[in-house]
C-alpha cells in the first residue's frame, strides 16, 4: 500500500528533484519536458480514458443483445478477444 508513495519519495531524492520551484509532474520533471509533458500527459490520459469508456459501452451494447436473442457473443470484439467455437 505504501510501496508507490516510498517509491516516488525515493525517486524524487535519487534524482534530485526535491526542489522548490518544480513547476509539473514527477514524470515531465523527469523527463525533462515540464509543464509541455504534463499537459501531453494530460491528453493522452484523457484520450484513454474515454476510448475505455466507449469500449465498455459498445461490449456492454453487444452483450445485452446477445442476451436478449439468447446467444454467443461472436461480434464485434468478442470475436477478437475470444475463442467463438467454446
Do not use: C, K
Not at 8 to 34: E, H, P, V
Request: charged share 15%; net charge negative.
Amino acid at each position: 500500500m505504501y510501496g508507490f508513495l516510498l517509491t516516488i519519495y525515493l525517486s524524487i531524492r535519487l534524482f534530485g528533484l526535491d526542489r522548490s520551484n518544480l513547476n509539473a509532474n514527477l514524470w515531465s520533471t523527469l523527463l525533462g519536458m515540464g509543464e509541455l509533458g504534463m499537459m501531453i500527459a494530460i491528453i493522452i490520459g484523457y484520450a484513454r480514458a474515454f476510448i475505455g469508456i466507449a469500449l465498455f459501452v459498445e461490449d456492454w451494447r453487444e452483450l445485452y443483445g446477445t442476451h436478449q436473442e439468447n446467444r454467443l457473443a461472436t461480434d464485434a470484439l468478442y470475436g477478437i478477444v475470444r475463442h467463438p467455437a467454446i
